[in-house]
């Protein structure tokens, strides 16, 4: 028989131990490994750092395509005839203030942002932005600046397009898809906040389809609260492709985390107008709408709030060439169900002039279809300041 003393017993386990710890060391290196060493390019590749090493190819690839815009324009009443103003909202004003030019009172400017939108000079921003400006000068992200004219502008939705006339082709951004965004992805806010040149603020997508916020009169925004101060206006908010998704337009300086952004997909209706006629053309039914309230829809047989009731139609109208009348809800837009007045506002807005579309219509509980032309919307220059024109 065998006797072991204590020092085989030692040298056995220590052995084991040894034999233990390096087949642990071989199969957990890998991940040691990410934790330890440099990935490529500086970027660190520690798992759950994959979003950061995106985001800094994003910044990369979008921000040279991401200007700055600075504007002079004169006193107020120094000014010819101004053009449909927007509603002066105070948290509005307080998204873009105009700031004296070093106290003089003859001349002030303002800061903006814009993004490039065509290798050309194109380049996109808000109304608000060269809102009355005499001069626009724009400075890209290699420093170079440029002035710039005026291509179109359209205030109700806050849209303007201006050019710069390059040596050589820009940088251009890839526009996006804006309709089917959903609540919870990543936006990204890329701008010149304060005159910060390429400032980029990351958040989410908190809300689409905003409306009834008092900056537009076609208000379809996404609601965001990617950091976005004054001097992002005309910015582009980004999706994770690098895709431009909407356009950094306004704050409520009451909150934080509350920005708003006008979908990219209106901006691209109204830009290829403005880029080929200057102005934006729009469809016109001439009635007034009133929100679907409860009791209504009730009194009606209607399940729910969707839809916009007829207030009255303007004569001579396409609305009253069509037989439309007071009291009548609108359920269904050239087969699109309607969710509100604002979304009928929208979609009559816009649908090509001339051409006829079929409105599905309640009326004393009886359901049924009505054809109207559309026609385009009269000049409403004349119209009382502040009033929302009627679709």
Not at 40 to 64: C, H, K, M, N, Q
Not at 204 to 211: L, Q
Not at 281 to 296: E, F, N, Y
Not at 344 to 349: F, K, M, S
Request: net charge positive; proline share 7%; aromatic share 4%.
């Amino acid at each position: 028989m065998r006797v072991r003393g204590p020092n085989a017993s030692f040298g056995t386990g220590l052995l084991a131990g040894l034999l233990l710890g390096l087949l642990l060391a071989f199969f957990a290196w890998p991940r040691l490994s990410a934790l330890l060493l440099p990935g490529p390019r500086g970027v660190s590749s520690r798992p759950g750092l994959e979003e950061d090493a995106a985001f800094i190819r994003l910044a990369e690839r979008v921000t040279p395509a991401v200007v700055n815009i600075r504007t002079r324009s004169l006193p107020r009443g120094q000014r010819g005839p101004r053009s449909s103003p927007l509603p002066l909202d105070p948290f509005f004003r307080e998204f873009f203030e105009r700031v004296p030019d070093g106290g003089r009172r003859e001349e002030q400017t303002a800061l903006g942002s814009g993004v490039i939108i065509d290798k050309r000079g194109f380049i996109l921003t808000n109304h608000h932005v060269i809102k009355d400006a005499e001069t626009i000068l724009v400075r890209l992200a290699n420093q170079k600046e440029y002035p710039a004219r005026l291509i179109g502008q359209d205030p109700r939705t806050d849209v303007a397009v201006i050019r710069v006339e390059p040596d050589r082709d820009l940088p251009e951004a890839n526009l996006g898809d804006s309709d089917g965004l959903r609540v919870g992805e990543w936006a990204i806010a890329i701008g010149n906040p304060f005159g910060l040149d390429q400032t980029v603020t990351v958040g989410v997508i908190s809300a689409t389809g905003r409306s009834d916020v008092g900056i537009a009169t076609y208000e379809n925004f996404i609601q965001t609260d990617a950091s976005i101060n004054p001097g992002n206006s005309g910015g582009p908010l980004v999706n994770l492709k690098g895709q431009v998704i909407g356009v950094n337009t306004a704050i409520v300086a009451a909150g934080q985390g509350i920005g708003f952004a006008i979908p990219i997909n209106m901006v691209k209706r109204v830009v290829e107008q403005l880029v080929d006629k200057g102005k934006v053309v729009r469809g016109w039914l001439g009635v007034a709408l009133q929100p679907l309230s409860p009791d209504l829809a009730q009194s009606l047989g209607l399940e729910g709030t969707r839809g916009a009731v007829v207030g009255s139609t303007i004569t001579g109208s396409p609305a009253a060439q069509a037989g439309l009348q007071q009291g009548d809800v609108i359920i269904a837009y050239d087969k699109v169900p309607v969710e509100d007045y604002r979304h009928v506002q929208r979609l009559v807005a816009e649908t090509r002039v001339g051409k006829s579309v079929s409105l599905q219509i309640v009326r004393k509980k009886q359901k049924m279809d009505v054809a109207v032309t559309i026609a385009e919307v009269p000049d409403d220059t004349g119209r009382r300041p502040g009033a929302p024109p009627k679709p």
